[in-house]
């Protein structure tokens, strides 16, 4: 039992140290609400499926005006979605959305959770996601997050019965399901030997009034919040707050503005004691821990004597409240209130607590030199006793009296153990699954990020209390325009190997150069790079040597890669032999001003694919709409791909080109098309071959998106395997250059297809027909019309993600929409 206590100890501070994100400097009216949040022990936890999917109005409200504990239980990361700031998908794309997540809770004060579950993709209904995701697995990460965090009361963003995304239902079965397990000492007992069970006291669904207006719901149960109010000492209304904090999903393009006055949330009770307020017949006060009458006093007292001039006079009674808390049994909330109560004292007194190295990036094995400084802005005593680092650095002892507003600084050295993990994020360190990532390590499970690599704790003694503060050590330069840059220091393998390209695609027996980058890690690297394939395919040269002096210093080796004579597909991988060990990790990454820079080292390695294919035509304009990667998809089997402006959008300039392509959602993101369409329709009226993608069916920029009546919908096809059928076997799409059979549908990633057509005009032939499992045909996935002397094609089907992923039937489909009319 000692063990478990002292594990649940470290987790618990760990915990806390982590949801602070980083460290902040809190303004006056910041200070006097966080001292007014020391009387409120009460939690609240949101749940719901993706990134962007939380309500950051309640969120802000609860953080900020109840001064609760509030946290946002996000199942996935959002990998399936779209990228509409950079060229990043998948696992890319959800460090990014989860980065995005972690800005939102820095703004709106809450704090962040996941699952292992991952976003696949769109889904019709829980049954499909649950047939995905390993349901147990996800049902055992919310009961780790309840038992985790231990909220009060839970609220969800969707209901349990349907009418949403299947991710959506999915996380509110997960969550009512999770409220009745998280109590239960015979569910997930592995759990318990790091937390006790802990069962909420209620669930709500944050419903709206779409849903009731119409008498569709029973409203008894209903409980109304006005979230809209204004806090004086932030100078925002929780809305305000609210919209910056969703405007940081950037990805998504969910740029917000602020609004004022009233706001109303509706919530619908599901389970335990109704009141009229959500927290009505909870205790969120002192009262609730036996023994804390004490700490109450301090922490009143405190209250009493703050001044926005004179900050520091509120540490004496908060080292009391310190002391006085050592004597309450209950271990979570004591280290919750000591976290708050440390982070005070620090903002109260000016401590700035600094650890700077020297360089953003290290290799396993370097020595490392960092800074420590350390400023007192109060005339409060105290004194730098230690700096404790890694169970591998003996503690740093400095005994150093910090006087007012005059700088400590020290300089340290230590070497990096070979054993260290590089900073790649844990979820991806190993090989997940559809649906799921893979994460054993029960610690790790659903914290939002990986800790710092290295992390000092700096214990301050205060006259004779001594506090320890967690302080991540980064690096800190000076940027000519941006003033001073931080960002997270990143430890990694001595060299790594990128590869050009996600996918190289061979649409016959022509070889294909591909360049591989050797990267330093560390200086005075010398060693031999090379690539493994699959049987069948040739690499040229077998290898090269490479000699680099400087860290980050690059070599660049061209290898030439020959396909085999028939289909086939595989992966190709680079090494790199250093002092006889190998390594196979490439260098990634991510830099957005409104994140932290994110560092990858994954595997080394591009998918090759031999298709069997035939082409015509050659020169292709390319019109880029929400951004995708098909330009370099085509340019990969032999089409010259021109990306075409707006001034270049006339019938006769466009003659030049045996096809026009569309990029996915041009009409959605692209004002000009709104007039240039009659000159594209021009074109194909001319003879021309125009290729529009798929558009959503809302935020058009015309409704003239063909030149005979088509009307889009929300229809689609979710289920990558759903069967689909040739409708038009003679139609030249589906026999020239390439005859489609079947086949081609085999082992598409993520979906068919999205926003087809519902209604268009007899001039269309409909090719091809599929629908997800219990639905109706839809046949609006892929249309034909001749128009004048030429052909315009329409498609929802996915071939944005099917191309990049190197799908071999998609190359084949895709050559011969290129191909009609020739």
């Given at each position: 039992?000692?063990?478990?206590?002292?594990?649940?100890?470290?987790?618990?501070?760990?915990?806390?140290?982590?949801?602070?994100?980083?460290?902040?400097?809190?303004?006056?009216?910041?200070?006097?609400?966080?001292?007014?949040?020391?009387?409120?022990?009460?939690?609240?936890?949101?749940?719901?499926?993706?990134?962007?999917?939380?309500?950051?109005?309640?969120?802000?409200?609860?953080?900020?005006?109840?001064?609760?504990?509030?946290?946002?239980?996000?199942?996935?990361?959002?990998?399936?979605?779209?990228?509409?700031?950079?060229?990043?998908?998948?696992?890319?794309?959800?460090?990014?959305?989860?980065?995005?997540?972690?800005?939102?809770?820095?703004?709106?004060?809450?704090?962040?959770?996941?699952?292992?579950?991952?976003?696949?993709?769109?889904?019709?209904?829980?049954?499909?996601?649950?047939?995905?995701?390993?349901?147990?697995?996800?049902?055992?990460?919310?009961?780790?997050?309840?038992?985790?965090?231990?909220?009060?009361?839970?609220?969800?963003?969707?209901?349990?019965?349907?009418?949403?995304?299947?991710?959506?239902?999915?996380?509110?079965?997960?969550?009512?399901?999770?409220?009745?397990?998280?109590?239960?000492?015979?569910?997930?007992?592995?759990?318990?030997?790091?937390?006790?069970?802990?069962?909420?006291?209620?669930?709500?669904?944050?419903?709206?009034?779409?849903?009731?207006?119409?008498?569709?719901?029973?409203?008894?149960?209903?409980?109304?919040?006005d979230v809209g109010g204004y806090n004086a000492l932030l100078g925002e209304s929780y809305t305000e707050i609210a919209a910056r904090s969703r405007?940081?999903?950037?990805?998504?393009?969910?740029?917000?503005?602020?609004?004022?006055?009233?706001?109303?949330?509706?919530?619908?009770?599901?389970?335990?004691?109704?009141?009229?307020?959500?927290?009505?017949?909870?205790?969120?006060?002192?009262?609730?821990?036996?023994?804390?009458?004490?700490?109450?006093?301090?922490?009143?007292?405190?209250?009493?004597?703050?001044?926005?001039?004179?900050?520091?006079?509120?540490?004496?009674?908060?080292?009391?409240?310190?002391?006085?808390?050592?004597?309450?049994?209950?271990?979570?909330?004591?280290?919750?209130?000591?976290?708050?109560?440390?982070?005070?004292?620090?903002?109260?007194?000016?401590?700035?607590?600094?650890?700077?190295?020297?360089?953003?990036?290290?290799?396993?094995?370097?020595?490392?030199?960092?800074?420590?400084?350390?400023?007192?802005?109060?005339?409060?005593?105290?004194?730098?006793?230690?700096?404790?680092?890694?169970?591998?650095?003996?503690?740093?002892?400095?005994?150093?009296?910090?006087?007012?507003?005059?700088?400590?600084?020290?300089?340290?050295?230590?070497?990096?153990?070979?054993?260290?993990?590089?900073?790649?994020?844990?979820?991806?360190?190993?090989?997940?699954?559809?649906?799921?990532?893979?994460?054993?390590?029960?610690?790790?499970?659903?914290?939002?990020?990986?800790?710092?690599a290295i992390t000092g704790n700096v214990i301050v003694n205060f006259s004779g209390e001594r506090v320890e503060y967690k302080v991540p050590v980064?690096?800190?330069?000076?940027?000519?325009?941006?003033?001073?840059?931080?960002?997270?220091?990143?430890?990694?393998?001595?060299?790594?190997?990128?590869?050009?390209?996600?996918?190289?695609?061979?649409?016959?027996?022509?070889?294909?150069?591909?360049?591989?980058?050797?990267?330093?890690?560390?200086?005075?690297?010398?060693?031999?790079?090379?690539?493994?394939?699959?049987?069948?395919?040739?690499?040229?040269?077998?290898?090269?040597?490479?000699?680099?002096?400087?860290?980050?210093?690059?070599?660049?080796?061209?290898?030439?890669?020959?396909?085999?004579?028939?289909?086939?597909?595989?992966?190709?991988?680079?090494?790199?032999?250093?002092?006889?060990?190998?390594?196979?990790?490439?260098?990634?990454?991510?830099?957005?001003?409104?994140?932290?820079?994110?560092?990858?080292?994954?595997?080394?390695?591009?998918?090759?694919?031999?298709?069997?294919?035939?082409?015509?035509?050659?020169?292709?304009?390319?019109?880029?709409?929400?951004?995708?990667?098909?330009?370099?998809?085509?340019?990969?089997?032999?089409?010259?791909?021109?990306?075409?402006?707006?001034?270049?959008?006339?019938?006769?300039?466009?003659?030049?080109?045996?096809?026009?392509?569309?990029?996915?959602?041009?009409?959605?993101?692209?004002?000009?098309?709104?007039?240039?369409?009659?000159?594209?329709?021009?074109?194909?009226?001319?003879?021309?071959?125009?290729?529009?993608?798929?558009?959503?069916?809302?935020?058009?920029?015309?409704?003239?998106?063909?030149?005979?009546?088509?009307?889009?919908?929300?229809?689609?096809?979710?289920?990558?395997?759903?069967?689909?059928?040739?409708?038009?076997?003679?139609?030249?799409?589906?026999?020239s250059p390439n005859r489609i059979t079947n086949e081609d549908f085999d082992n598409w990633v993520q979906e068919r297809g999205l926003y087809f057509?519902?209604?268009?005009?007899?001039?269309?032939?409909?090719?091809?027909?599929?629908?997800?499992?219990?639905?109706?045909?839809?046949?609006?996935?892929?249309?034909?019309?001749?128009?004048?002397?030429?052909?315009?094609?329409?498609?929802?089907?996915?071939?944005?993600?099917?191309?990049?992923?190197?799908?071999?039937?998609?190359?084949?489909?895709?050559?011969?929409?290129?191909?009609?009319?020739?």
């Open positions: 039992m000692k063990t478990r206590a002292l594990i649940s100890y470290v987790l618990i501070a760990l915990f806390i140290h982590c949801s602070a994100q980083q460290s902040k400097v809190y303004k006056p009216g910041e200070i006097r609400q966080k001292l007014e949040k020391l009387n409120v022990l009460g939690s609240v936890l949101y749940v719901a499926a993706h990134p962007d999917d939380e309500n950051t109005r309640l969120i802000a409200y609860y953080a900020n005006e109840e001064l609760m504990r509030t946290a946002y239980l996000s199942a996935t990361r959002g990998d399936g979605g779209q990228n509409l700031i950079g060229p990043q998908i998948r696992e890319e794309l959800g460090l990014i959305r989860t980065q995005e997540l972690l800005a939102a809770r820095r703004t709106d004060g809450g704090q962040q959770f996941f699952s292992r579950a991952n976003d696949f993709g769109y889904s019709k209904n829980p049954d499909e996601t649950f047939n995905i995701w390993d349901r147990e697995k996800v049902l055992s990460d919310f009961v780790w997050a309840f038992r985790k965090f231990r909220p009060d009361i839970i609220i969800t963003r969707f209901s349990d019965t349907g009418r949403s995304h299947g991710h959506h239902t999915a996380s509110a079965i997960l969550a009512r399901e999770a409220f009745k397990l998280s109590g239960d000492k015979n569910a997930y007992p592995e759990q318990l030997d790091y937390f006790d069970p802990w069962q909420p006291k209620k669930i709500f669904w944050n419903t709206g009034w779409w849903w009731f207006r119409n008498g569709e719901m029973d409203t008894t149960k209903l409980v109304t919040l405007s940081m999903h950037k990805s998504q393009g969910f740029g917000s503005s602020g609004s004022r006055g009233e706001q109303v949330e509706y919530l619908q009770q599901w389970e335990g004691e109704e009141g009229k307020v959500p927290f009505e017949g909870i205790n969120t006060s002192w009262d609730r821990i036996k023994g804390s009458k004490e700490v109450k006093f301090y922490i009143d007292k405190a209250i009493s004597l703050y001044d926005e001039t004179k900050p520091s006079t509120i540490i004496e009674p908060l080292l009391g409240a310190r002391k006085a808390l050592e004597k309450i049994g209950d271990t979570f909330w004591r280290e919750i209130k000591q976290q708050e109560i440390d982070d005070l004292i620090q903002a109260a007194s000016g401590l700035y607590l600094s650890l700077t190295s020297s360089a953003p990036s290290y290799a396993v094995g370097d020595s490392i030199t960092i800074s420590f400084e350390a400023v007192n802005r109060s005339n409060i005593e105290m004194e730098i006793e230690q700096i404790k680092f890694e169970e591998w650095v003996n503690p740093v002892s400095l005994k150093a009296p910090l006087l007012n507003n005059k700088p400590f600084t020290s300089e340290m050295n230590f070497q990096l153990p070979a054993g260290m993990e590089y900073s790649h994020p844990y979820w991806l360190r190993q090989g997940g699954q559809l649906g799921m990532y893979t994460v054993n390590d029960q610690v790790q499970v659903g914290k939002p990020e990986n800790d710092p980064r690096f800190r330069r000076t940027d000519p325009v941006e003033g001073e840059v931080v960002e997270p220091i990143t430890i990694g393998p001595p060299v790594m190997v990128n590869i050009s390209g996600g996918v190289l695609v061979f649409g016959d027996n022509t070889s294909k150069s591909v360049d591989v980058r050797v990267i330093a890690g560390r200086k005075n690297l010398n060693g031999r790079v090379s690539l493994n394939a699959p049987e069948g395919w040739i690499i040229e040269p077998a290898s090269y040597d490479f000699d680099l002096e400087i860290k980050r210093e690059e070599q660049v080796f061209t290898f030439k890669i020959t396909p085999p004579s028939n289909a086939s597909e595989g992966f190709v991988s680079a090494e790199a032999m250093v002092d006889g060990k190998s390594y196979s990790k490439g260098l990634s990454v991510i830099d957005y001003d409104h994140i932290p820079k994110q560092t990858l080292y994954p595997d080394s390695k591009v998918k090759v694919v031999r298709v069997d294919l035939k082409k015509k035509g050659n020169n292709i304009g390319y019109i880029e709409g929400a951004g995708d990667a098909i330009p370099d998809n085509l340019e990969q089997i032999g089409f010259v791909v021109t990306k075409l402006e707006k001034d270049e959008i006339s019938a006769q300039n466009l003659k030049q080109y045996d096809a026009i392509i569309l990029g996915i959602r041009a009409f959605n993101t692209v004002d000009w098309l709104s007039y240039k369409n009659k000159d594209l329709f021009e074109y194909v009226k001319q003879g021309g071959n125009l290729i529009i993608q798929y558009n959503t069916s809302h935020r058009l920029v015309t409704q003239e998106i063909a030149p005979y009546d088509l009307k889009l919908s929300r229809d689609r096809v979710a289920v990558e395997q759903a069967p689909v059928e040739i409708l038009a076997f003679d139609h030249p799409v589906m026999n057509p519902s209604e268009w005009s007899d001039e269309f032939t409909p090719i091809l027909k599929s629908n997800d499992p219990g639905e109706s045909p839809k046949t609006g996935g892929l249309l034909v019309a001749k128009y004048g002397e030429g052909y315009y094609v329409y498609s929802g089907y996915s071939w944005f993600r099917e191309l990049p992923a190197g799908v071999p039937g998609a190359y084949r489909i895709f050559v011969n929409l290129i191909s009609l009319g020739k």
